[in-house]
Nanobody
Framework: QVQLVESGGGLVQAGGSLRLSCAAS????????MGWFRQAQGKEREFVAA????????YYADSTKGRFTISRDNAKNTVYLQMNSLKPEDTAVYYC?????????????????WGQGTQVTVSS
């Protein structure tokens, strides 16, 4: 079992930045690939970014590539999402998730553990 707790969400103006954190506890954090997803009101949950076990490889959705950066610190059992140049369409609840797939996956159903989410609101 892995417990995930997100933090760092809030209200920011368009063009601003936020850094989300996801603290993990339970099983060995470095055994899991980590991902960030988001869900806007009335929409399906969508993939944002993912990172490999070691942190050496990352993968992004086209909508976030170049603006968002995912990273992890296995010594602190934490994964981060640095979000720059935020747009109103980035407004959503952001979730971190963990899986043990051998390759990157963008499908929410392939992730085994989820946090409770943190709200990000970008005003225009």
């Amino acid at each position: 079992q892995v417990q995930l707790v997100e933090s760092g969400g809030g209200l920011v103006q368009a063009g601003g930045s936020l850094r989300l954190s996801c603290a993990a506890s339970g099983r060995t954090f470095s055994n899991y690939r980590m991902g960030w997803f988001r869900q806007a009101q009335g929409k399906e949950r969508e993939f944002v970014a993912a990172i490999s076990w070691s942190g050496s490889s990352t993968y992004y959705a086209d909508s976030t590539k170049g603006r968002f950066t995912i990273s992890r610190d296995n010594a602190k059992n934490t994964v981060y999402l640095q979000m720059n140049s935020l747009k109103p369409e980035d407004t959503a609840v952001y979730y971190c998730a963990a899986n043990r797939w051998p390759v990157f996956t963008t499908t929410p159903g392939n992730y085994d553990y989820w946090g409770q989410g943190t709200q990000v609101t970008v005003s225009s």
